[in-house]
């Protein structure tokens, strides 16, 4: 069965986004974009990898996204964000797909993920949002997360999840730092747990 991967940038108190949806606030640093193009070369926009083919991939082959995530490429020209992977987007307001390369799925997300972690292929990577995230995270179709933590706070914004989610043990498999302060940290969800109090 295919992994599905949460991977996502987020500040240090856990929002991907502030409340309107931008992110320019992030701090960039060359080495650590640089470790994430070698690292997850697949998950770096068009823009960034000109004449890119899948055959570069090394973990995802299939790319979802909920509306607003795929609206914020879209409003820079960018109707097919990552043409190495099969693109799907989520939304029940959107009436037809910006391009031919990008899939709209408008019925139910957790069945219809679960199908695709079915079918033969590499990982299938959630790029966002929070809403699309915390539904199939409680119907316990994530695998693993993947958090690219950046060295701010927002105070208020869009978090990781956006709702409240039953209490899972999540197991620490891998994690870097760099000199900027931004850290990767990978997590494989263990499973359910109860918590007392």
């Not at 029940?92 to 990008?102: G, I, K, L, N, Q």
């Not at 019925?107 to 949002?129: H, M, N, P, T």
């Not at 105070?155 to 850290?183: M, N, Q, T």
Request: glycine letters at 10%; a negative charge.
């Amino acid at each position: 069965m295919r992994e599905l991967v949460y991977y996502v940038a987020n500040t240090l108190d856990g929002f991907i986004a502030r409340e309107d949806g931008s992110f320019d606030d992030f701090p960039w640093d060359d080495q650590f974009i640089s470790s994430l193009a070698e690292l997850y070369p697949e998950t770096m926009p068009a823009p960034m990898r000109p004449g890119a083919t899948r055959a570069g991939n090394r973990h995802f082959d299939a790319v979802l996204m909920g509306r607003r995530t795929y609206e914020v490429g879209l409003q820079q020209g960018l109707r097919s964000p990552y043409p190495t992977l099969d693109q799907f987007v989520f939304s029940r307001t959107m009436e037809e797909s910006p391009d031919p390369a990008v899939t709209l799925v408008s019925s139910d997300a957790a069945q219809f993920v679960g199908e695709l972690k079915e079918r033969a292929g590499l990982g299938i990577w959630i790029c966002g949002g929070s809403d699309l995230a915390s539904e199939l995270f409680e119907a316990g179709l994530v695998d693993r997360l993947i958090l690219k933590v950046n060295p701010l706070v927002f105070g208020v914004g869009i978090p990781v999840f956006k709702r409240r989610l039953p209490p899972e043990v999540l197991d620490l498999a891998a994690h870097r730092a760099f000199d900027s302060g931004h850290l990767i940290l990978e997590y494989r969800v263990v499973g359910p747990t109860s918590v007392s109090g």
